[in-house]
C-alpha cells in the first residue's frame, strides 16, 4: 500500500514537472519569436490646456528604440512604416536609440527607404538615443537625415498652422551625450506651448520645471519584460521612475513610449513594442 502511494506521488511529480516545462517552453517561444513583433498601435488622448487653436486634434505618431541590428531588421521598419501610413499622422516623432550597437550601421542604411517613405504635413522630427553614441554618432545622424527626419540636438524650432504656432525642441542625450536643456528652449518665448523631445523619461524630474507643456520619450521599453500585477522586472538608468505611459505633474505631461525594438536580451513579455497614436486636445 505505501508502495503505491510513492508511485502515484512520483507520477504527479513528474507531470508537474512537465507541466511547467511545457508552460516554460512556450513562453520563451512567444517571448523571442512572437510578442517582439506583435506591434500595439497605442491611442492616446492628452488634454493641455496651453495648447493653441489651430493645433487642437493635431495627431502625432511617436516611434523609438528600434535597436537596429539586433533582432529588429530592414522587414521589421517596413511593416512599421506601412501601419503608421495608415494612422495617417500630422507629425512624426523619433525619441532616439536607432542603432543597437558599433555592429548596426548596415542594418541602419538598409532601413532608409523604409523610414524616408512615413510622410507627415507637420515634419518628422528625432533626437539622438545613448545608443546611437555606441556608433559613430555623425554617421547616425547623417542616416536620420535621410530617412527624412529633422534631427533636433540641442534645439528648436517653430511650427505655423494658419495664425498659430508651436515649438518643438530636441535634447541631445541625456547619459551619452550633452543634454542642455536652457541651450534646447533658447529664443522659445515662455508663454509659447513646447513640446520637449528627450530620449530618457526620468529627465522629466528636471524639464518639468521649465515652461514646456509636453515631453515624449523611449529608452525604458517598458521594462521589456513585465508581469502581471507587478509590472517591469528590470529597468534601465534614467528610466526607472517614468518607465511606460503617460504621467502628469502640475499640468506638465510626459509620454513614455515602450519602443519597437529589443536589447541586451531578444524578449518581450506583456510589454509589446509600441506604435503610440498622440491626439492632443
Known sequence: MEEEKVKKSLIAGSVGLGTIAAVAGTAAIYSSFIEPYWFDIKKVT????????????????????????????????????????????????????????????????????????????????????????????????????????????????????????????????????????????????????????????????????????LQLSGHSHGGQVRMPLYGPIITSRMGRKYHTGHYESEEKHLYTNRGMGTTHLPFRFFCRPEITSIVLE
Open 46 to 213: 492628452i488634454k493641455l490646456p496651453r495648447l493653441p487653436e489651430a493645433f487642437k486634434g493635431v495627431h502625432i505618431v511617436q516611434i523609438s528604440d528600434f535597436h537596429l541590428g539586433f533582432h529588429f531588421r530592414t522587414r521589421h521598419i517596413n511593416k512599421m512604416a506601412e501601419k503608421i501610413q495608415e494612422l495617417q499622422p500630422d507629425l512624426v516623432i523619433f525619441t532616439g536609440d536607432l542603432v543597437n550597437s558599433k555592429r548596426s550601421r548596415r542594418s541602419a542604411v538598409k532601413s532608409i527607404p523604409g523610414l524616408k517613405s512615413i510622410e507627415a504635413p507637420l515634419g518628422k522630427f528625432a533626437v539622438l538615443g545613448n545608443h546611437d553614441y555606441l556608433e559613430d554618432i555623425d554617421t547616425i545622424s547623417e542616416l536620420l537625415r535621410k530617412s527624412g527626419f529633422e534631427l533636433l540636438v540641442n534645439e528648436n524650432r517653430k511650427l505655423k498652422k494658419g495664425n498659430d504656432s508651436f515649438y518643438i525642441a530636441g535634447l541631445d542625450d541625456y547619459l551619452q551625450g550633452e543634454a542642455d536643456i536652457e541651450k534646447s528652449l533658447e529664443g522659445i518665448p515662455e508663454d509659447q506651448f513646447t513640446l520637449l523631445l528627450a530620449h530618457e523619461p526620468d529627465y522629466f524630474k528636471v524639464s518639468s520645471k521649465f515652461p514646456i507643456d
